[in-house]
Structure formats: structure tokens, C-alpha cells
């Protein structure tokens, strides 16, 4: 049989998928939304929660668009859309394809056309994401059962806990920033990129505190980001 | 229904979802394969998943344990079904809950906790499938070299960010972590391929010190 990997069957299948997704997180958004109505929070502050995160996810779903390019130039369009849709993201699609076409001898330098090829990729990104997914539910009643002990022992110990969790975190992500200062000037871009997002949220924390412009708190994290993108463009073209 | 219903309601509907969203992705492979009477070599299937899995495995496994506890239970069963956690889910349900001055492990916190990650899913997936639909024109922007270094420098822009709000509320909890990451990133570069395995290092760090500070009551 023909095998084409953006035929319309592979639409329909990616079509099916996304429907599955905006359902299911419609129905999470719809039930959070009326639960906050009705214990009482602030209609206003629930509908600020929904704008300030819109406007935050515009960049990175971009990203995750260009990750949608990238992938389609030798697996077509439907599989990188259904792949960036659920779980996916482009560090683990691109080297799930590579490894599988690696493991079979094959070039990616042009759009698969062997129909057992694509489907050995498929069943590699598929396979490689299935416990991310599975994991969630079995742990989890687990995971929230050390949190609440640990906060009914000690309720200001469970706080700090939470916010250490969260700066463990950031701290790996920071810290992989400084991973190119031995490159040289090169190397330190990112460093650059990473003071610049911090002094422009700097700026609007001082605009929302010292001029009252709360209302900057909706789109602070989406005018951090976006300006220390632009700069990014800037500081590169001068060192490189 | 009280807090305690809504909760359980929420792990019942959340698991019914989750399982449903486990049979979606694994029925893609199965129809592309019955479509096409095309079925891989397992041989294939294998050497490709050796390739990835040991560290994908392991990030799966870290990711779950760290981020249920942000996330809460609706915001976790979404997340972690569309993905994209560490550049996308966590931070906006993390930014929506300061936003809002609400908790993790409150009701109110995991109300908008679950609004921010669902917000995101569903703005995420249209501009994907608008950015499908409108490809030939945007793809040449998108791709170009002007913007790749914006790009390509995502992740210290959103942390940038994200890092003054919580470093300044917790520098003390902070500095050790911090300190220990830019040190072993410096010394050891090549582990920025792998910073999910780095994660539960600096997590674990952060904890002893955040022990150690409380403990002598310096925080």
C-alpha cells in the first residue's frame, strides 16, 4: 500500500486525538471554574487566572509549533501534531525518532515513505512517554499522603517543604544556563537571557508595587519572557 | 458537596480520564499499524526504545514525584497528559496560584492550579492546530534564523523571571541549591542534556538545606 505520512487518515486520527484533549481539559477547566464560584472565590480573580495563563502559554506554544516543523520534515504533519499535543515535546520526540531510525540504518534527511519504518517510530515515541502518563495515577495517592502527614505534623514545616520542592527545581534549570560559560562570550547568552527576564520582572515588581499597577500581574511572566526573548535576538546578533 | 467530596470526586473523574487518554495514545499506533499492514519489527521497536527510554523512563518517574505535589490532583492528571511540564504547565499553574495569593494543597490553590494547567492545554492546542492549518505561511517565520536565537533561549527566559519572584520570597531556602547547580553545570557541561535527572539533586539539596535553616530556626 502507498504510504504517505500526512495522508488524510492521519489527519483524522490526529483530529480525533485533539478532540479528545480539548474535551478533557474543558472539563477540568469547567469543573475547577463552577467549584470556585461556588465556595465563595472571587469571579474576577478566576477569570484573571484563565486570561494571565492564555497570554503566558502564547510563546511557548510557538515553540512547541517550530517543534511541529522540525519533526514534520521526514514524519509528515499529523504524527508531530499528534506527538507535540499529548505529553510530547520536542527534547524527547527528536531523539525518540533518531534512536529508532538509528536502530533501523535509515536516514532522516527526507520524509519516511516506508510504512514499517514510520510505524517503528510511532511505537518508539509512544513507548518511551507511556509511563509519564501511567506513573501519575498510580503515585499519586502515595505522593499527596507524605505531604499531608508531613503538614499535619508540622504546618510551617509543610509551607517551607513545598517552596524547597519548587526551588530545588528552578535551581537545576538556572544552573543549566551557566552549562556554556566555558565557551566563552558565546556560551554566556543564556546567562545574559536569564538577568534580562529577571530585571524586567524586577521592574514590574517595583511598576505594581510603587505605582499600584496591579494589573501588570496578569501579564508579567508572558512580558518577562517575551522581552528577554527579543533581547536574546539582540545580544546574539552582536556576540556571534 | 464538601471539600472532601470534591477532592474524591476529582481522583475518580481524573482517573477515568487518565486511563482513557492511556488507551487514545496507545490506540494511535494500533490503527496506524491496521491501516497500513504495517506492523515493525520488534527488534526495531526495542533498539529504538533503548536508545531513549533509560533516561525518559527515569524523567517520567522524577517528574511525577516532583510536580503532583505543585500541581494538585486535576492539575496533575491534565498535566500530565498533555505534557510540556517544566516549560508550560508548572510555571503558569505556579504564576496563576501567586497571582491569585492561594496555596498548594489549599481547595483554592488546586482550583486555580487546574485552571491555569487546562487554560494552557487548551490555548496550547489550538495555536498548534491554527499553526498546522496556517503552516506554508507561518512555518518560513517561525524558522527563521532571526528569531532562532529567542527561541533557542526559551527556558532562561522564562526562568529569569520566575526565579525573581520565588528566589526573593526564599533566598535563604535558595542559595545552597542554587550555588551547588551552577557549580556542577560549570564543572560537569555536558549534563545540560540531561537536567531532568539533575532535578531530584537539587531538589534534595534544597530540602536539606530549607531542614537545616528551619531546624536552627533561621527561617
Known amino acids: ?130 509511563p509519564s502518563i501511567i506513573l501519575a495515577p498510580v503515585l499519586m495517592k502515595r505522593i499527596q499522603s507524605g505531604l499531608v502527614k508531613i503538614k499535619s505534623k508540622d504546618s510551617k514545616w509543610g509551607e517551607i517543604f513545598m517552596d524547597a520542592m519548587f526551588l530545588g527545581m528552578i535551581s537545576a534549570f538556572l544552573g543549566m544556563v551557566f ?62 | 458537596m464538601n471539600r472532601e467530596d470534591y477532592e474524591k470526586s476529582t481522583y475518580f473523574l481524573g482517573k477515568l480520564w487518565i486511563w482513557s487518554a492511556v488507551v487514545v495514545v496507545l490506540l494511535v499506533p494500533i490503527v496506524i499499524c491496521l491501516k497500513y499492514d504495517a506492523w515493525p519489527e520488534g527488534k526495531a521497536v526495542l533498539k529504538g526504545l533503548l536508545g531513549v527510554a533509560p533516561i525518559y523512563w527515569t524523567v517520567g518517574v522524577i517528574e511525577v514525584i516532583t510536580y503532583t505535589p505543585m500541581l494538585g490532583t486535576g492539575g496533575t ?17 505556579l504564576n496563576a496560584m501567586q497571582n491569585a495569593d492561594v496555596k498548594q494543597g489549599t481547595e483554592e490553590g488546586e482550583i486555580i492550579s487546574t485552571i ?21 505561511y507561518i512555518a518560513p517565520i517561525l524558522d527563521s534564523p532571526s528569531l532562532k536565537p529567542a527561541f533557542d533561549n526559551m527556558l532562561p527566559a522564562l526562568f529569569g523571571g520566575l526565579a525573581v519572584v520565588y528566589i526573593s520570597k526564599n533566598w535563604k531556602v535558595a542559595l545552597a541549591p542554587l550555588l551547588a547547580m551552577i557549580i556542577i553545570f560549570i564543572l560537569v557541561p555536558s549534563l545540560a542534556s540531561s537536567v531532568g535527572v539533575l532535578v531530584p539533586v537539587g531538589i534534595i539539596i534544597s530540602l536539606a538545606s530549607a531542614r537545616f535553616l528551619y531546624k536552627r530556626k533561621l527561617l
Do not use: Q
Open chain 1, 179 to 240: 552549562s556554556g560559560v566555558n565557551a566563552g562570550l558565546k556560551g554566556m547568552i543564556p546567562i545574559f537571557v536569564l538577568i534580562s527576564s529577571a530585571l524586567i520582572m524586577g521592574v514590574i515588581g517595583l511598576l505594581i508595587k510603587k505605582c499600584h499597577m496591579k494589573w501588570l500581574e496578569t501579564y508579567a511572566l508572558a512580558i518577562s519572557m517575551v522581552g528577554a526573548m527579543a533581547f536574546a535576538c539582540f545580544v546574539t546578533s552582536i556576540i556571534v
Open chain 2, 77 to 93: 492528571f491534565l498535566a500530565f497528559v498533555t505534557g510540556n511540564l517544566t516549560s508550560m504547565k508548572v510555571p503558569s499553574a
Open chain 2, 116 to 136: 491555569a494547567v487546562a487554560t494552557c492545554s487548551i490555548v496550547t492546542t489550538i495555536i498548534i492546530a491554527l499553526g498546522v492549518l496556517l503552516l506554508t
Open chain 1, 1 to 130: 500500500m502507498d504510504f504517505n505520512p500526512s495522508s488524510s487518515f492521519m489527519y483524522l486520527v490526529a483530529a480525533f486525538v485533539i478532540v479528545f484533549i480539548i474535551a478533557m481539559a474543558s472539563f477540568f477547566l469547567v469543573r475547577a471554574y463552577r467549584r470556585g464560584l461556588k465556595i465563595g472565590m472571587d469571579k474576577k480573580m478566576l477569570k484573571n487566572s484563565v486570561l494571565s495563563t492564555a497570554i503566558f502559554t502564547i510563546t511557548p506554544a510557538l515553540s512547541i509549533l517550530i517543534g511541529v516543523i522540525t519533526l514534520s520534515k521526514f514524519l509528515g504533519i499529523p504524527l508531530p501534531w499528534i506527538r507535540m499535543s499529548v505529553i510530547g515535546a520536542l527534547t524527547y520526540e527528536l531523539p525518540a525518532a533518531t534512536s529508532t531510525a538509528n536502530a533501523l540504518g535509515i536516514s532522516l534527511s527526507e520524509t519516511i515513505s516506508d510504512p514499517k519504518v514510520f510505524t517503528a517510530v510511532v511505537w518508539v515515541m509512544t513507548l518511551g512517554i507511556l
